[in-house]
């Protein structure tokens, strides 16, 4: 959620913050601020966007080689100016940056109150802070023990950077339940919450891992610690993306970019994993664990948000392919409704971050009990991949857009190849009807291409609809997951309340709404249940509302009945989700231009939500 970046080193401090705090605004935030050290702490916070902080910044007060900057996503305390950090300690000697929630504070704050602090914001962040202020002059001990001794006293999660005006030589950085990337340059160090304000100056990286704290100095040296006071060697790892992956490629806005870009990195996902012609899958992560995962008696899939609609894909996917039992699972209650677990079943943990809190904490508690964790995300070096026995990588390339849209694509691409190589060994698919859905799913891409093409097409249709107030999405069988996707997309960055339900469940409840102002996507591209569709259309028409219908080249049924047709490449029912999604991203993306949202950035959302 919230963007840290930190610079130490030889260079002016501010341009390299500025910078760094502009490429994480697709994190979602509502303040900005850096503090500078250049003799004196300067700091400059404020509500709004970076760019609002850079009118008020004075250029004579930037001069330094060491800073930290932050973008706040409010939790503790209203978004203005007083709660933006960077925050100082009482002494001002202090300045702290920090994503996460420290949920003791409140205690923390009554002893402090008693010692004689007082607080200028609303902030748990402020707390922390002067924790550390405090332990350090009671311990009488170096700002770095302090921060180790401060960190084990409080209870939640955290990435922190700490300045310390009487050491402008260095800076200390920690992190727990909250992601923290350190960029290694020549005799230069740069701190991020992930690698985008960094890949323009270094590929060379160490990402610190749950409960450690960093010490780095302006000599070029860096010590890593755990809490616990044991020294820890990394090794540095290389970024495998470049800068100009993280620009917008002459596109207006990022999600759009990356809406185009699903046919590459489809491509990408699937690369090595499959041949078609020769009949194999092979998933490194899996087939580390193929005899246990061959006889899991249940898998148990976990995710929130996009990754739960690519998960409920999944269990069509694995159910229908291997048989084998699939419960989906909001990573945010399967974490607090005492689940049953065995070391019989393998959750898969979805996450095109690898950093959310509730996917990692339910992650945690099926670890305790002792199941096999499979994680399937996007961030290479990301918390869930690093706390999971196996997984996947699904090589979508930085997705900058707050609404998902290729992760959505590779998951489920991942996940079809994951249900196709647990059938294989299983033995309940035909090897013919393997090579298949192999090839169709080698020809998507193409595919996909095809329906862009449709683009100026749904840009007609999404000035039609553009001030509706309610939009229904119906789908069946695997499209069911696509409508409660495109019913999320079109939420998410227009801001118009929409609903995805099974096309059949519409008679129970949403069928009262339907009125000549109600959009009623249908995604009827099934064979199974075409005639079922067909007569769920009706039923719409019936009360007069407005039909938008994802069909299959050709058709002539639904044409007769709906005020508009989209016509999509046929394929595979178990892989139309990858080709249906794609006019619903559009539809959501022309509709929020057009009353003027800002797509890249939606109010109230983060792209990585790092707290509960």
């Known amino acids: ?29 509502d303040s900005a601020g850096v503090a500078l050290l250049n003799g004196n702490m300067t700091v400059f916070k404020k509500a709004g966007k970076v760019s609002d902080l850079e009118k008020i910044v004075d250029p004579a007060h930037t001069g330094a080689n060491i800073g930290i900057g932050h973008t706040r996503w409010a939790t503790h305390g209203e978004p203005n100016d007083r709660n933006a950090h960077p925050h100082l300690s009482q002494s001002g ?16 704050k009554e002893e402090l109150t008693k010692r004689g602090y007082t607080f200028h914001s ?39 950077v700490v300045l310390n005006k009487n050491n402008p030589d260095q800076l200390i950085a920690a992190r727990k339940g909250s992601p923290m990337v350190i960029g290694i340059g020549d005799d230069e160090f740069y701190i991020a919450s992930d690698a985008s304000p960094i890949i323009e100056y270094t590929q060379n990286v160490v990402y610190l891992e749950e409960q450690e704290y960093a010490v780095i100095n302006r000599d070029g040296t860096y010590i890593i610690r755990t809490l616990g006071n044991v020294e820890k060697s990394h090794e540095i790892k290389k970024l495998e993306f470049s800068l100009e992956m993280i ?65 409920l894909i999944g269990e069509y996917l694995i159910e229908d392919l291997a048989r084998v039992p699939v419960e989906v699972e909001y990573a945010s209650e399967f974490r607090y409704r005492n689940p049953i677990i065995s070391e019989s079943d393998v959750v898969i943990a979805i996450s095109q971050s690898g950093e959310t809190a509730d996917t990692l904490a339910a992650i945690s508690l099926a670890k305790d009990n002792r199941a096999l964790i499979y994680g399937l995300c996007n961030v290479i070096g990301s918390s869930i991949a690093r706390m999971s026995h196996a997984g996947s990588y699904t090589h979508a390339g930085p997705e900058i857009g707050v609404a998902s849209t290729k992760a959505f ?10 249900a196709l190589q647990i059938a294989m060994v299983k033995g309940t698919i035909p090897t013919s009807k393997l090579r298949e859905i192999l090839y169709e799913l080698e020809n998507i891409p193409k595919k996909i291409e095809e329906t862009l ?71 009827a591209t099934n ?79 983060a792209k990585s939500v790092t707290v509960e």
């Open 122 to 160: 609303d902030t748990d962040t402020e707390i922390l802070v002067n924790l550390i202020e405090e332990v350090q002059k009671k311990e009488k001990t170096s700002l770095d023990n302090a921060v180790r001794i401060a960190l084990n006293e409080v209870v939640g999660a955290y990435a922190i």
């Open 247 to 311: 620009e917008k490629g002459g596109f207006e806005h990022f999600m759009l970019k990356e809406i185009y870009e699903q046919p590459k990195a489809i491509e990408d996902s699937l690369r090595g994993r499959m041949n078609a012609a020769q009949g194999w899958i092979k998933l490194g992560g899996l087939n580390e664990y193929i005899n246990r995962i061959n006889k899991a008696e249940r898998f148990i899939i976990t995710a929130c948000g996009t990754s739960w609609h690519s998960g």
């Open 409 to 418: 694509s590779t998951q489920i691409s991942l996940i079809t190849l994951i």
């Open 1 to 29: 959620m919230c963007g840290i970046v930190g610079y130490i080193g030889k260079k002016e401090a501010f341009p390299i913050l500025i910078k760094g705090l502009k490429r994480l605004e697709y994190r979602g935030y």
């Open 527 to 605: 064979k199974s249940a075409y005639e079922k569709i067909v007569s769920n259309v009706q039923e719409v028409k019936a009360r007069k509302g407005k039909i938008i219908a994802v069909v299959h080249k050709g058709d002539t049924q639904i044409r007769a009945l709906a005020d508009h047709i989209i016509e999509v490449p046929e394929t595979e029912e178990i892989l139309s989700p990858l080709i249906t999604i794609v006019p619903l991203q559009l539809l959501a993306y022309h509709i929020a231009i057009m009353r003027g949202c800002n797509v890249d950035q939606p109010r109230n959302l």
């Open 453 to 523: 093409l449709l683009d100026a097409q749904i840009k007609e249709i999404a000035a039609i609809y553009k001030d509706a107030t309610n939009f229904l999405y119906l789908g069946r069988g695997y499209n069911f997951p696509v409508a409660l996707e495109g019913a999320l997309k079109l939420k998410e960055i227009s801001y118009i309340h929409a609903e995805g339900y099974p096309a059949a469940e519409m008679k129970h409840g949403p069928i009262a709404l339907i009125d000549e102002n109600m959009p009623v996507v249908f995604l």
């Open 93 to 108: 000697d202090l300045a702290i940056i920090h994503n996460g929630i420290i949920e003791n504070y409140s205690s923390i």
